[in-house]
């Protein structure tokens, strides 16, 4: 697309990639280990907010891990990881406010890292929020203001954005 202004052009504002074990223990230390070795920063832990007693699950508990990445770390790890589903995209990865979701089932198809026994096989989440410049104003903490609706991105232009700058092919599903 081509944009008249500068501040309407849609970019990555950040890439969160994570992974549910559904368990502390050793499977999430595990878990850990990959997302360190798969993006080089130190992951955080997330913790369950509900007790659900038929997955036996207390309220609290650390059951995945997630790192944020931003900038240039966030735009090579999105090229990594397109690498790793084979350039190619549905329709139905990107939601209607133009965020793009999707899964890489196994760590290994990660292009330049090799199966390691300690860790296992593993598959994460790789999410990207895709904003214009000046949409912090919804989201700070003194002043909020709201973005209009003709302001806001579309499944579309997010779609626009991803084939553009990393080439990937985005299909329908069948």
Same mark, same amino acid.
């Given at each position: 697309?081509?944009?008249?202004?500068?501040?309407?052009?849609?970019?990555? @504002?950040?890439?969160?990639?994570?992974?549910?074990? &559904?368990?502390?223990?050793?499977?999430?230390?595990? #878990?850990?280990?990959?997302?360190?070795?798969?993006?080089?920063?130190?992951?955080?832990?997330?913790?369950?907010?509900?007790?659900?007693?038929?997955?036996?699950?207390?309220?609290?508990?650390?059951?995945?891990?997630?790192?944020?990445?931003?900038?240039?770390?966030?735009?090579? %790890?999105?090229?990594?990881?397109? @690498? #790793?589903?084979?350039?190619?995209?549905?329709?139905?990865? %990107?939601?209607?406010?133009?965020?793009? #979701?999707? &899964?890489?089932?196994?760590?290994?198809?990660?292009?330049?890292?090799?199966?390691?026994?300690?860790?296992?096989? %593993?598959?994460?989440?790789?999410?990207?929020?895709?904003?214009?410049?000046? %949409?912090?104003?919804?989201?700070?903490?003194?002043?909020?203001?709201?973005?209009?609706?003709?302001?806001?991105?579309?499944?579309?232009?997010?779609?626009?954005?991803?084939?553009?700058?990393?080439?990937?092919?985005?299909?329908?599903?069948?």
């Amino acid at each position: 697309m081509d944009y008249s202004n500068l501040m309407q052009k849609p970019r990555i @504002e950040k890439v969160v990639v994570n992974i549910g074990v &559904g368990e502390s223990g050793e499977r999430l230390g595990k #878990a850990e280990q990959l997302l360190e070795l798969l993006t080089g920063r130190k992951s955080v832990r997330t913790v369950t907010t509900h007790k659900i007693p038929t997955w036996n699950l207390r309220g609290g508990e650390p059951i995945g891990c997630k790192v944020t990445l931003r900038g240039g770390e966030a735009d090579e %790890f999105l090229k990594k990881s397109f @690498e #790793a589903v084979d350039g190619r995209l549905f329709y139905s990865n %990107f939601d209607s406010l133009g965020n793009l #979701a999707f &899964g890489v089932s196994e760590y290994i198809d990660f292009p330049g890292v090799k199966y390691d026994p300690d860790i296992g096989i %593993f598959g994460f989440n790789v999410c990207a929020t895709i904003k214009r410049p000046g %949409f912090r104003v919804k989201t700070r903490k003194l002043n909020k203001s709201r973005i209009p609706p003709k302001s806001a991105i579309t499944a579309d232009e997010a779609i626009e954005l991803i084939k553009e700058k990393f080439g990937v092919e985005v299909e329908r599903k069948e």
